[in-house]
Protein backbone atom coordinates (compact mmCIF):
# COMPACT_ATOMS: atom_id res chain seq x y z
CA UNK A 1 0.00 0.00 0.00
CA UNK A 2 1.26 3.30 -0.87
CA UNK A 3 1.84 5.70 2.11
CA UNK A 4 3.69 8.31 0.98
CA UNK A 5 2.49 11.59 -0.01
CA UNK A 6 3.59 12.61 -3.82
CA UNK A 7 5.67 15.77 -4.45
CA UNK A 8 4.22 17.01 -7.50
CA UNK A 9 7.33 18.90 -9.27
CA UNK A 10 5.36 19.11 -12.84
CA UNK A 11 2.48 21.28 -10.62
CA UNK A 12 4.98 23.16 -8.94
CA UNK A 13 6.97 24.27 -12.07
CA UNK A 14 3.87 25.36 -13.95
CA UNK A 15 3.30 27.65 -10.85
CA UNK A 16 6.62 29.02 -11.09
CA UNK A 17 6.13 29.14 -14.99
CA UNK A 18 3.34 31.30 -14.93
CA UNK A 19 4.93 33.80 -11.87
CA UNK A 20 8.47 34.07 -14.21
CA UNK A 21 6.01 34.48 -17.62
CA UNK A 22 4.27 37.54 -15.52
CA UNK A 23 7.76 39.10 -14.49
CA UNK A 24 8.86 38.79 -18.25
CA UNK A 25 6.14 41.05 -19.53
CA UNK A 26 6.66 43.26 -16.89
CA UNK A 27 10.57 43.37 -17.93
CA UNK A 28 9.17 43.98 -21.13
CA UNK A 29 7.27 46.65 -20.69
CA UNK A 30 10.35 48.67 -19.26
CA UNK A 31 11.89 47.29 -23.02
CA UNK A 32 13.95 44.62 -21.31
CA UNK A 33 13.50 41.49 -23.04
CA UNK A 34 15.17 38.49 -20.54
CA UNK A 35 17.63 36.21 -23.26
CA UNK A 36 18.99 33.29 -22.15
CA UNK A 37 22.04 31.62 -24.83
CA UNK A 38 22.92 28.24 -24.73
CA UNK A 39 26.34 26.79 -25.57
CA UNK A 40 26.23 23.16 -26.81
CA UNK A 41 29.40 21.44 -27.77
CA UNK A 42 28.72 18.35 -29.96
CA UNK A 43 26.38 15.64 -30.89
CA UNK A 44 25.55 14.17 -27.08
CA UNK A 45 21.83 12.69 -27.86
CA UNK A 46 20.75 13.73 -23.99
CA UNK A 47 22.20 17.18 -23.86
CA UNK A 48 20.49 17.92 -26.61
CA UNK A 49 16.95 16.83 -25.37
CA UNK A 50 18.19 18.85 -22.69
CA UNK A 51 18.56 22.00 -24.78
CA UNK A 52 15.16 21.70 -26.49
CA UNK A 53 13.55 21.69 -23.12
CA UNK A 54 15.19 24.38 -21.90
CA UNK A 55 14.19 26.18 -25.61
CA UNK A 56 10.40 25.24 -25.30
CA UNK A 57 10.21 26.38 -21.58
CA UNK A 58 12.13 29.94 -22.70
CA UNK A 59 9.18 30.29 -25.42
CA UNK A 60 6.41 29.76 -23.08
CA UNK A 61 7.55 32.35 -20.80
CA UNK A 62 9.02 34.63 -23.22
CA UNK A 63 11.93 34.90 -22.86
CA UNK A 64 14.65 35.05 -25.92
CA UNK A 65 16.51 32.29 -26.06
CA UNK A 66 19.68 31.22 -28.48
CA UNK A 67 21.60 27.78 -28.93
CA UNK A 68 25.31 28.39 -29.93
CA UNK A 69 25.93 24.96 -31.23
CA UNK A 70 29.77 23.91 -31.85
CA UNK A 71 31.00 21.03 -33.63
CA UNK A 72 32.95 18.20 -31.34
CA UNK A 73 36.38 19.14 -32.58
CA UNK A 74 35.51 22.73 -31.38
CA UNK A 75 39.33 23.81 -29.44
CA UNK A 76 38.68 25.01 -25.51
CA UNK A 77 40.16 28.45 -27.21
CA UNK A 78 37.95 29.06 -29.60
CA UNK A 79 34.69 28.03 -26.85
CA UNK A 80 36.25 30.29 -24.77
CA UNK A 81 36.03 32.83 -27.17
CA UNK A 82 32.98 32.40 -27.95
CA UNK A 83 32.08 33.18 -24.11
CA UNK A 84 34.04 35.98 -23.69
CA UNK A 85 31.64 37.31 -26.76
CA UNK A 86 28.19 36.49 -24.84
CA UNK A 87 29.57 38.11 -21.81
CA UNK A 88 30.32 41.26 -23.49
CA UNK A 89 26.79 41.25 -25.69
CA UNK A 90 24.09 43.10 -23.39
CA UNK A 91 21.55 41.33 -24.92
CA UNK A 92 22.74 38.52 -23.37
CA UNK A 93 21.55 38.02 -19.46
CA UNK A 94 22.04 34.24 -19.02
CA UNK A 95 24.60 32.21 -20.38
CA UNK A 96 24.84 28.16 -20.01
CA UNK A 97 27.09 25.53 -21.16
CA UNK A 98 25.85 22.68 -21.53
CA UNK A 99 27.38 19.47 -19.28
CA UNK A 100 29.38 17.10 -20.62
CA UNK A 101 31.86 19.02 -22.64
CA UNK A 102 34.25 16.87 -24.86
CA UNK A 103 37.05 15.34 -22.89
CA UNK A 104 39.57 17.43 -24.60
CA UNK A 105 37.70 20.83 -23.25
CA UNK A 106 38.67 21.68 -19.44
CA UNK A 107 35.39 22.05 -18.24
CA UNK A 108 35.90 24.15 -15.00
CA UNK A 109 38.49 26.25 -16.91
CA UNK A 110 35.75 27.06 -19.26
CA UNK A 111 32.91 27.74 -16.56
CA UNK A 112 35.30 30.53 -14.82
CA UNK A 113 35.29 32.09 -17.66
CA UNK A 114 31.49 32.88 -17.76
CA UNK A 115 30.96 36.07 -16.11
CA UNK A 116 29.36 35.34 -12.85
CA UNK A 117 26.83 38.12 -13.56
CA UNK A 118 25.78 35.84 -16.64
CA UNK A 119 26.11 32.60 -15.02
CA UNK A 120 22.35 31.23 -14.60
CA UNK A 121 23.99 27.50 -13.89
CA UNK A 122 25.76 29.18 -10.44
CA UNK A 123 28.53 27.19 -11.06
CA UNK A 124 31.28 30.02 -11.31
CA UNK A 125 33.36 29.86 -7.94
CA UNK A 126 32.26 33.52 -7.17
CA UNK A 127 29.20 32.58 -6.94
CA UNK A 128 29.79 29.25 -5.28
CA UNK A 129 31.66 31.52 -2.63
CA UNK A 130 28.37 33.27 -2.48
CA UNK A 131 26.77 30.40 -1.30
CA UNK A 132 29.13 28.57 0.73
CA UNK A 133 29.17 32.15 2.71
CA UNK A 134 25.34 32.82 3.47
CA UNK A 135 25.40 35.28 0.34
CA UNK A 136 23.25 33.15 -2.15
CA UNK A 137 21.16 36.28 -2.43
CA UNK A 138 23.56 38.02 -4.38
CA UNK A 139 25.09 35.54 -7.08
CA UNK A 140 23.06 32.78 -8.49
CA UNK A 141 22.12 29.20 -6.66
CA UNK A 142 22.82 25.58 -8.68
CA UNK A 143 18.84 25.08 -10.86
CA UNK A 144 18.62 21.57 -9.11
CA UNK A 145 19.34 22.27 -5.59
CA UNK A 146 17.40 25.67 -5.74
CA UNK A 147 14.58 23.81 -7.01
CA UNK A 148 14.32 20.94 -4.19
CA UNK A 149 14.17 24.01 -1.69
CA UNK A 150 11.16 25.48 -3.49
CA UNK A 151 9.68 21.90 -3.71
CA UNK A 152 10.30 21.66 0.15
CA UNK A 153 9.26 24.99 0.45
CA UNK A 154 5.45 24.81 -1.64
CA UNK A 155 5.00 21.48 0.20
CA UNK A 156 4.72 22.90 3.59
CA UNK A 157 7.53 21.41 4.78
CA UNK A 158 10.50 23.46 7.10
CA UNK A 159 13.77 22.29 7.15
CA UNK A 160 14.48 24.01 10.61
CA UNK A 161 15.79 21.80 13.17
CA UNK A 162 15.57 19.04 11.24
CA UNK A 163 17.94 16.19 10.37
CA UNK A 164 19.03 16.50 6.14
CA UNK A 165 21.26 13.63 4.65
CA UNK A 166 22.26 14.55 1.28
CA UNK A 167 23.86 11.52 -0.83
CA UNK A 168 26.08 12.42 -3.23
CA UNK A 169 29.05 15.22 -3.38
CA UNK A 170 28.84 16.49 -6.73
CA UNK A 171 29.25 20.05 -7.31
CA UNK A 172 25.86 20.79 -9.14
CA UNK A 173 24.43 19.18 -6.62
CA UNK A 174 25.18 17.31 -3.72
CA UNK A 175 27.46 20.60 -2.47
CA UNK A 176 25.21 23.11 -2.88
CA UNK A 177 22.27 21.55 -1.58
CA UNK A 178 24.16 20.56 1.72
CA UNK A 179 24.71 24.39 1.72
CA UNK A 180 21.09 25.35 1.01
CA UNK A 181 19.87 22.90 3.63
CA UNK A 182 22.73 24.56 6.28
CA UNK A 183 21.11 28.20 5.47
CA UNK A 184 18.01 27.23 6.03
CA UNK A 185 18.92 25.79 9.80
CA UNK A 186 18.96 22.60 8.92
CA UNK A 187 21.55 19.77 10.84
CA UNK A 188 23.02 18.34 7.65
CA UNK A 189 25.37 15.29 6.95
CA UNK A 190 26.86 14.96 3.37
CA UNK A 191 27.29 11.01 2.19
CA UNK A 192 29.22 9.68 -0.60
CA UNK A 193 31.16 6.61 -2.32
CA UNK A 194 33.41 6.67 0.92
CA UNK A 195 30.54 7.35 3.62
CA UNK A 196 30.90 3.77 5.77
CA UNK A 197 27.69 2.43 8.05
CA UNK A 198 25.43 4.23 4.68
CA UNK A 199 21.81 2.99 5.35
CA UNK A 200 22.65 3.66 9.11
CA UNK A 201 23.40 7.39 8.50
CA UNK A 202 19.96 7.36 6.01
CA UNK A 203 17.70 5.88 8.16
CA UNK A 204 17.84 8.17 10.55
CA UNK A 205 17.29 11.48 7.91
CA UNK A 206 14.17 13.63 8.69
CA UNK A 207 14.81 14.90 4.41
CA UNK A 208 17.37 12.65 2.25
CA UNK A 209 17.63 14.04 -0.99
CA UNK A 210 19.51 11.24 -3.16
CA UNK A 211 21.91 12.44 -6.17
CA UNK A 212 24.27 8.94 -7.19
CA UNK A 213 23.08 8.33 -10.57
CA UNK A 214 22.31 4.97 -9.22
CA UNK A 215 19.05 3.34 -10.33
CA UNK A 216 16.93 2.84 -7.37
CA UNK A 217 20.01 2.35 -4.79
CA UNK A 218 17.86 3.53 -1.59
CA UNK A 219 15.36 0.65 -0.83
CA UNK A 220 12.31 1.41 1.96
CA UNK A 221 14.16 0.03 4.87
CA UNK A 222 17.18 2.34 4.14
CA UNK A 223 14.52 5.21 5.44
CA UNK A 224 13.01 6.48 8.09
CA UNK A 225 9.13 6.20 8.82
CA UNK A 226 7.55 9.21 7.60
CA UNK A 227 10.76 10.53 6.04
CA UNK A 228 10.79 13.39 3.10
CA UNK A 229 12.64 12.17 0.06
CA UNK A 230 14.04 13.71 -2.65
CA UNK A 231 15.27 11.26 -5.25
CA UNK A 232 17.20 13.95 -7.78
CA UNK A 233 18.22 10.86 -9.64
CA UNK A 234 17.20 9.90 -13.57
CA UNK A 235 18.34 6.82 -15.18
CA UNK A 236 17.03 4.48 -17.63
CA UNK A 237 16.33 1.23 -16.85
CA UNK A 238 15.12 -1.34 -20.33
CA UNK A 239 13.82 1.62 -21.44
CA UNK A 240 11.80 3.17 -18.59
CA UNK A 241 12.51 6.10 -16.42
CA UNK A 242 13.31 5.42 -13.01
CA UNK A 243 15.23 7.21 -9.84
CA UNK A 244 17.96 6.59 -7.30
CA UNK A 245 15.40 5.35 -4.89
CA UNK A 246 13.43 2.09 -5.47
CA UNK A 247 9.44 1.88 -5.27
CA UNK A 248 9.58 0.53 -2.03
CA UNK A 249 10.14 3.52 -0.66
CA UNK A 250 6.21 4.64 -1.41
CA UNK A 251 5.52 2.53 1.38
CA UNK A 252 7.92 4.01 4.47
CA UNK A 253 8.61 7.87 3.18
CA UNK A 254 5.69 10.38 4.62
CA UNK A 255 6.71 12.81 1.49
CA UNK A 256 8.15 11.52 -2.30
CA UNK A 257 8.90 13.09 -5.65
CA UNK A 258 8.60 10.73 -8.45
CA UNK A 259 10.57 10.49 -11.65
CA UNK A 260 10.08 11.52 -13.51
CA UNK A 261 7.75 14.63 -12.91
CA UNK A 262 9.69 15.42 -9.26
CA UNK A 263 12.76 17.25 -9.35
CA UNK A 264 13.33 17.54 -13.15
CA UNK A 265 10.62 19.87 -14.26
CA UNK A 266 11.74 22.11 -10.87
CA UNK A 267 15.21 22.32 -12.45
CA UNK A 268 14.01 23.92 -15.91
CA UNK A 269 11.68 26.55 -13.78
CA UNK A 270 14.53 27.40 -11.60
CA UNK A 271 17.00 28.45 -14.93
CA UNK A 272 13.91 30.85 -16.10
CA UNK A 273 14.19 32.17 -12.58
CA UNK A 274 17.92 32.44 -12.84
CA UNK A 275 17.46 34.28 -15.79
CA UNK A 276 14.67 36.50 -14.98
CA UNK A 277 16.83 37.57 -12.04
CA UNK A 278 19.98 37.90 -14.07
CA UNK A 279 18.17 40.64 -16.10
CA UNK A 280 16.55 42.44 -13.47
CA UNK A 281 20.12 43.44 -11.83
CA UNK A 282 20.38 44.74 -15.28
CA UNK A 283 18.53 47.60 -14.47
Keep these: MVGAQLIDGKRIAAEIR ?3 KAEVAELRERNVVPGLTVVLVGEDPASQTYVRSKQ ?16 DHTSQT ?104 LEANATVTICHSRT ?22 ISGDWIKPGAVVIDVGINRVDGRLCGDVDESAWEVAGFLTPVPGGVGPMTIAQLLKNTVLAAKRTL
Design 18 to 20: QEV
Design 56 to 71: RACEEVGIRSEVRKLP
Design 78 to 181: QLMKLIDELNQDPAVHGILVQLPLPGHIDADAVLRTIDPAKDVDGFHPTNVGCLWTGLSYQGFVPCTPAGVMELLRRTGIDPRGLDAVVVGRSNIVGKPMAALL
Design 196 to 217: QNLRDQCRRADILVVAVGKPRF
